[in-house]
């Protein structure tokens, strides 16, 4: 081995001593085993890469692509929702407990094998961010809104001028193109092809030139989760428990059974039966209130209404059972899940503790300190992998050799298209009328974001992650207006369509190509990306279909879902106001940021200091996210649910009951499935939502 592979070899080594458990905590988190590789039955040779299995994932996309649109806006539900859409798992239990038996009890060899039953699910589930609060759920109705309510907000009409006319339909607020789009036709009114081609047509330059940058930023993530697999597969041996679950379901049956043994285990079927009935009595509450409903909601505001308990946040008061989430909370580390609802009621008491000593805290200021520990968590995940950063520039630059096919992008490859595709984004922005070094700064704070979204997601599980903080927000830090207008108009838009990171592509992505790694038979790995990056093509024009469609035919003003239009009339109120200099805060950004980051860096410091140290630095970091004020008590009870486990029946119990936990989520899903499906299928008001989104 040269000096130059020998030194890179024992930095790594070195490196892994920074990763966030402790030697004896991982195997706490993953299954029995470990993350093991899925060994197909020789008798079935079959590559993952088949023309079936890509044809059936494309499907899959379409059919999600085309009703997800309907399902959010019209109905105010969703199939995906978060990082383990409820969609994706159902098609693969619907593959492997019905289909594949099926096919099996027919022609043994017409049955799907575990690597197929991957790419199928790699296509759907890394499509996901796109047709819902990915991208389409405010798209199209930021390109339109704008000139919509215009006379209503007359100022409106001043920030549109300088942008080019390609980033949208039209700017004439007048057009059919706008007004019918928020109106609609009308359910009873046939529209014409000749209608619908004038309208395909006004929308056709806004898809193209939007979708180069869109699609530059999805090859960027890409790119980084193909560069990011070794060292947090490898080097750091992160836990992925989201990619844990799939596999497990995946996993092949023995030979001479129909189904694995993890759904022959009857505390799997336990898990999932009661957490079906539990939800199926309280949708019939809703439908018929003489049902009684199991409750799995609480409120004890009350408790918390005299001074000064009445400064405490309306999420320690008031929340929901999240079955899914208990289940996750089984496979984190207890430590972890203890750091994840211990700050967030910490968050929920501050305002008392301020107010107490004469300093109220404004929620506004929060965003801030999630800045400060973002940053921070970035500036360690490149101290951690410097020697993997090493070894990429050496391969960039020909000086390392990678073996051949053992990752799914070349390192040379991923980096310089990452490179590319990163100038084609900030290129695009600065046609689009931002000032270019704006257009980097905001590109950088994105994937900032991003990554510690990844981060977040691999190392923990949580299926439903947030951030406060957007990339406008850095605005603030100026007390009078110093960002052109149209960067900021351009930072708003762009910032809204990646405000819903709970469906963000780069967590779907590392989850993904982590899920292939548990197979050996995936052959030819580097055409898996460019596949998967077709379904997402797929959906993207499918999705932009059925969202015009639904828009012209009912009228966007009649979604059920206000969201989105919401945010876009307060994106552009907030440009106009930045322009005005008004809103400004009465907090100071620049100390708050540098709290946040303190914070951050002391728990981080403890944490590698002394291995007993109970609190973990993500703890922090989400605990002002609307995601964890969702999901925390849920996250408390995984967290009492193992412990107890743990300190009374010791290593072997808590892995006899994993099946039941897992049955929990799974339960879920099928609660959730069979719920959208009755709401879409029989045209109902849809009673509440199984998980929160």
């Known amino acids: 081995?040269?000096?130059?592979?020998?030194?890179?070899?024992?930095?790594?080594?070195?490196?892994?001593?920074?990763?966030?458990?402790?030697?004896?905590?991982?195997?706490?988190?993953?299954?029995?085993?470990?993350?093991?590789?899925?060994?197909?039955?020789?008798?079935?040779?079959?590559?993952?890469?088949?023309?079936?299995?890509?044809?059936?994932?494309?499907?899959?996309?379409?059919l999600l692509a085309a009703v997800e649109p309907y399902n959010r806006s019209y109905k105010f539900n969703t199939l995906i929702g978060n990082h383990f859409p409820m969609s994706v798992v159902f098609l693969l239990l619907l593959l492997i407990l019905v289909i594949n038996p099926l096919l099996g009890f027919l022609v043994r060899r017409w049955q799907?094998?575990?690597?197929?039953?991957?790419?199928?699910?790699?296509?759907?589930?890394?499509?996901?961010?796109?047709?819902?609060?990915?991208?389409?759920?405010?798209?199209?109705?930021?390109?339109?809104?704008?000139?919509?309510?215009?006379?209503?907000?007359?100022?409106?009409?001043?920030?549109?001028?300088?942008?080019?006319?390609?980033?949208?339909?039209?700017?004439?607020?007048?057009?059919?193109?706008?007004?019918?789009?928020?109106?609609?036709?009308?359910?009873?009114?046939?529209?014409?092809?000749?209608?619908?081609?004038?309208?395909?047509?006004?929308?056709?330059v806004p898809f193209l030139t939007w979708g180069i940058f869109l699609f530059a930023v999805f090859i960027c993530m890409w790119c980084l989760a193909a560069l990011l697999r070794r060292q947090w597969v490898e080097n750091e041996k992160l836990s992925f428990p989201l990619a844990q679950v799939a596999l497990e379901i995946i996993r092949p049956p023995p030979k001479g059974r129909l189904v694995n043994d993890l759904f022959r285990n009857k505390l799997l079927w336990i898990g999932v039966g009661l957490v079906i009935f539990i939800h199926a009595t309280g949708v019939l509450?809703?439908?018929?209130?003489?049902?009684?409903?199991?409750?799995?909601?609480?409120?004890?505001?009350?408790?918390?209404?005299?001074?000064?308990?009445?400064?405490?946040?309306?999420f320690i008061h008031w929340g929901r059972i999240c079955f899914t989430a208990i289940g996750v909370a089984y496979f984190i580390t207890t430590r972890c899940s203890f750091s994840l609802w211990f700050f967030v009621v910490v968050v929920g008491f501050a305002p008392v503790?301020?107010?107490?000593?004469?300093?109220?805290?404004?929620?506004?200021?929060?965003?801030?300190?999630?800045?400060?520990?973002?940053?921070?968590?970035?500036?360690?995940?490149?101290?951690?992998?410097?020697?993997?950063?090493?070894?990429?520039?050496?391969?960039v630059i020909g000086r390392h050799k990678e073996p051949e096919g053992s990752e799914y992008m070349s390192y040379r490859t991923a980096a310089i298209v990452f490179l590319i595709s990163f100038a084609a984004a900030a290129l695009w922005l600065t046609l689009a009328g931002m000032k270019f070094y704006f257009a980097l700064a905001l590109l950088v704070l994105l994937f900032m974001i991003f990554l510690t979204m990844a981060r977040i997601v691999a190392e923990t599980g949580l299926f439903l992650v947030h951030t406060y903080f957007q990339p406008l927000n850095t605005a603030q830090f100026f007390a009078t207006p110093r960002i052109e207008h149209n960067s900021f108009l351009m930072s708003a838009m762009v910032s809204r369509l990646y405000f819903d990171v709970n469906e963000n592509h780069l967590p779907y992505a590392v989850n993904a190509l982590r899920v292939a790694d548990g197979t050996s038979r995936i052959r030819r790995r580097r055409l898996l990306i460019p596949i998967l990056l077709l379904g997402m093509l797929v959906a993207y024009g499918v999705s932009a279909a059925s969202m015009g469609r639904l828009a012209y035919k009912h009228g966007a003003i009649s979604f059920s879902d206000p969201y989105g239009a919401n945010r876009a009339v307060a994106d552009f109120d907030s440009t106009v106001n930045y322009r005005t200099g008004a809103n400004q805060p009465t907090y100071s950004p620049v100390l708050h940021t540098c709290i946040g980051a303190t914070v951050m860096a002391l728990l981080a410091l403890a944490r590698f200091?002394?291995?007993?140290?109970?609190?973990?630095?993500?703890?922090?970091?989400?605990?002002?996210?609307?995601a964890m004020h969702a999901i925390w008590v849920s996250v408390l009870l995984g967290w009492l649910a193992k412990a107890g486990i743990l300190k009374f029946g010791g290593v072997d119990l808590y892995n006899r009951l994993k099946p039941f936990f897992i049955g929990l989520i799974i339960g879920e899903v099928i609660a959730g499935a069979i719920l959208a499906a009755a709401v879409l299928g029989f045209d109902l008001h849809l009673p509440f939502q199984i998980m929160p989104t």
């Open 609 to 626: 200091r002394w291995v007993r140290w109970p609190l973990y630095p993500i703890g922090w970091l989400l605990s002002t996210t609307w």
């Open 112 to 204: 799907f094998s575990a690597a197929e039953h991957v790419v199928i699910f790699g296509l759907v589930y890394t499509a996901c961010c796109i047709p819902g609060a990915g991208l389409m759920r405010y798209w199209m109705v930021l390109l339109t809104r704008g000139f919509f309510a215009v006379h209503e907000h007359p100022l409106w009409a001043t920030i549109f001028n300088d942008v080019p006319d390609w980033l949208f339909p039209t700017k004439d607020p007048n057009s059919p193109v706008v007004e019918k789009f928020w109106r609609g036709f009308g359910a009873s009114e046939t529209i014409s092809w000749q209608t619908w081609s004038e309208l395909a047509s006004a929308w056709l």
């Open 353 to 395: 503790v301020g107010a107490q000593f004469g300093y109220p805290i404004e929620w506004g200021a929060w965003r801030f300190h999630f800045l400060g520990a973002m940053l921070v968590l970035m500036a360690s995940i490149v101290w951690v992998s410097r020697a993997h950063l090493r070894l990429i520039l050496l391969a």
């Open 1 to 62: 081995m040269s000096r130059s592979k020998l030194a890179i070899s024992r930095t790594e080594q070195k490196s892994t001593a920074f990763q966030p458990n402790h030697p004896g905590e991982q195997s706490e988190s993953t299954f029995a085993g470990g993350f093991q590789q899925i060994d197909l039955d020789e008798q079935r040779p079959r590559r993952g890469i088949t023309l079936r299995a890509v044809i059936i994932g494309l499907v899959g996309i379409a």
């Open 285 to 314: 509450n809703k439908w018929m209130p003489n049902v009684p409903a199991i409750p799995i909601t609480y409120s004890v505001g009350r408790l918390f209404s005299n001074a000064p308990w009445n400064q405490v946040q309306y």
